[in-house]
Structures are given as structure tokens and as C-alpha cells.
């Protein structure tokens, strides 16, 4: 009676036994992303504020957001906005009862990826086109 | 004591999280009107990366524009509040905190909305 109880007991399996897979991945992406993206809004919102405000403000927020690293920021959220909604399309997808088999769940986790990041080098690649510059 | 309760009376109403089934139908609700509001935001900002306090402005200022831009941050920050307090539910078990961070996770989101309301009121309205 007493050993079962001193006994070193067996835990029930956590992540790390598990092999990761693609699924996985995309499975806390988009958690990630929709974090980073909860947080990220602010930026849009003191922007519009700004806008809203002065000139002298504007030009002080909108300068910050036009340095590089302001463009990488708005670059790298942009992407992540992208993968989140693809991702999103992809539960809808599943909400449906579509979607849900083993090789097709893979393939839809890899072309969340791929796809968010061709999306978001199309949008920028094209307005660069058309403005002529970022 | 046995439960006299029959099952369906159990979720018949708020269930036993307190929130029935709605919190899953306006994650969807709200991620469907997502999907064409922010299609029109990252559209606009890309448009828009670069350009003047004037051209801004004067984009912003368009009945169109407005709405959409409007309709945008209350989408988001409605479907955004539902997915946090997820998270908060998922990872956060301490009470105290849990009750702490689901407030804030209400309080963040209104006073962004409000700040982004108010200011495309101010710029339509040639504040």
C-alpha cells in the first residue's frame, strides 16, 4: 500500500514528448501573432491621434514610424496581421468540418506561412511599385 | 447530494463556464468582419506609408474612409478582447491575477477604441 504511494509516479505526457509538427507551429504562431497584434494597435491609434492633434505631432510620430526601424516594425507587423487572418480563415476552414485530415491540416499549416509571407511582399512590393519608394 | 439537474438544463442558458457558447459565436462573428475591414486597413496603410500630414488627412476625412477605419478598430478590438481572455484563462490560474488581467483586458481595449474614435471624429469632423 505505502509503495504506491512513495513510488515514483508516471506523469502524463507533456509538448516536449511530442514530435513538432507544422500544425503545432502555426497552432502557437497564432497565438504569438495575436498577442503581438493586441498590443501592436496602440501604435495605430496614438498614429491616428496624432493625425488628429497638430502638424508638429504628426510629423514627430509619423517620422518615428517612417525611420527604419519604424518600417520594420510596420513591415514586420503587417505580416504578422496577415499570417493571424490566414490562420483565422484556416479555423473557419475547420469550423466547417473541412480541413481536419492529417495531410490536409499539414499542408494548410505550411501554406499559412508561405502565403503570409508572399501576401505581404505582394502588398508591399506593389505599393512600392506604385509609389515609387516605402 | 445527487444532482437533480437534467444535462440540457445545465447549458441551457450560461452553462457551467458562465458563457455558453457565446464567447465561441462572436470570436467568428468578429473574425469574419475582420477579414474585410483589415483587408481595407492594410491597404491603406500601405497606400498611405509615406505620405503627408495633408494627404493623410484628407484620406482619413472621407466618409468612406472614416467608417471603414471606424468599423475596423471595433471589430479588431472586440475579437482581440475575446482571444486575450483565452489566453489569460489558458496560461493565468492564480485568481487574484486571473480576475486582475481579465479587467485590464477590457479597459486596454476601450480606451484604444476610444482613442482611435475619437480621433477619426475630430479629423472627419475638421477638428
Known amino acids: ?134 | 447530494m445527487a444532482d437533480m439537474r437534467t444535462p440540457l438544463n445545465k447549458v441551457r442558458g450560461l452553462g457551467s463556464a458562465r458563457g455558453g457558447t457565446e464567447h465561441f459565436w462572436r470570436q467568428r462573428l468578429t473574425a469574419v468582419s475582420n477579414i474585410p475591414l483589415i483587408i481595407f486597413f492594410i491597404g491603406f496603410v500601405a497606400a498611405y506609408s509615406g505620405s503627408s500630414y495633408e494627404e493623410i488627412r484628407a484620406a482619413l476625412a472621407q466618409p468612406v474612409s472614416a467608417l471603414l477605419m471606424g468599423l475596423a478598430f471595433v471589430s479588431v478590438l472586440y475579437h482581440m478582447r475575446l482571444g486575450m481572455q483565452v489566453i489569460i484563462e489558458d496560461y493565468v490560474h492564480g485568481e487574484g491575477w486571473k480576475i486582475a488581467l481579465i479587467l485590464l483586458n477590457t479597459f486596454f481595449p476601450v480606451i484604444v477604441g476610444a482613442i482611435a474614435l475619437y480621433s477619426l471624429l475630430r479629423i472627419a469632423f475638421g477638428g
Open chain 1, 1 to 134: 500500500m505505502s509503495k504506491s504511494t512513495t513510488q515514483a509516479r508516471p506523469l502524463s505526457p507533456h509538448l516536449q514528448i511530442y514530435r513538432f509538427t507544422p500544425t503545432m507551429a502555426m497552432s502557437i504562431a497564432h497565438r504569438i501573432t495575436g498577442t503581438a497584434l493586441y498590443f501592436g494597435i496602440l501604435l495605430f491609434a496614438l498614429w491616428l491621434l496624432a493625425a488628429a492633434s497638430s502638424r508638429e505631432q504628426f510629423d514627430f510620430v509619423n517620422g518615428l514610424f517612417g525611420s527604419i526601424i519604424g518600417r520594420i516594425v510596420i513591415f514586420g507587423y503587417s505580416w504578422v496581421l496577415i499570417h493571424h487572418m490566414l490562420g483565422g480563415i484556416r479555423h473557419l476552414i475547420w469550423d466547417t468540418i473541412h480541413g481536419l485530415e492529417k495531410e490536409t491540416s499539414r499542408r494548410l499549416a505550411i501554406a499559412n506561412l508561405i502565403g503570409s509571407i508572399l501576401v505581404t511582399l505582394i502588398i508591399w512590393g506593389g505599393a512600392w511599385a506604385i509609389r515609387g519608394g516605402l
